[in-house]
């Protein structure tokens, strides 16, 4: 994860992207992140193991104490209402996740939830199951420049 959340942040401070862009990279583990960083934010980066087929706990975390100060919705039932979603709606967000097994079940909680908050996805899903080999860390740079350069571009 260490070495995905490198190459991420390399890409999105990457020289070319950033020449008069402007674009300020902050990184925050999932543990500290508040809904103050996301309303302050353009645009997100979110990484996470598949654990057990769900996303970590960090990340589950982070969703349940930002969502509805950040403009989540729930249906009367409880489940996520997209057509309420719209303090962070439109903002374009990217994800990576890295497990051994299987990490179906770890981006669908991810996306049910950003799709909940109306969040555009700017980059296709990388998911690295097994060893992270030099074409996963490649794909994570591509992640974090193609983010920064949505941002740029908006």
Known sequence: MQGLLERVV???????????????????????????DVLAADGYVLGTT???????????HF????????GGALDPSGAPDASG????????YGLWLHGRYDLTGAERSVQ???GAL????????????GEVDDAALE???????????????G
């Open 118 to 129: 109306g969040w555009r996805q700017g980059y296709d899903v990388l998911g690295v199951l």
């Open 112 to 114: 049910s939830i950003v």
């Open 10 to 36: 390399a890409g999105a401070n990457d020289e070319d992207v950033q020449a008069g862009a402007g674009v300020e990279v902050v990184v925050r583990p999932a543990l500290e992140a508040t809904a103050e």
């Open 50 to 60: 598949a654990n057990f087929g769900y996303m970590s706990g960090a990340l589950k």
């Open 85 to 92: 979603a719209d303090t962070t709606a439109g903002r374009p």
């Open 139 to 153: 794909d994570a740079y591509g992640l974090g420049a193609t983010i920064a350069a949505l941002l740029a571009d």
């Open 63 to 70: 969703f349940d104490s930002t969502f509805l100060a950040v």
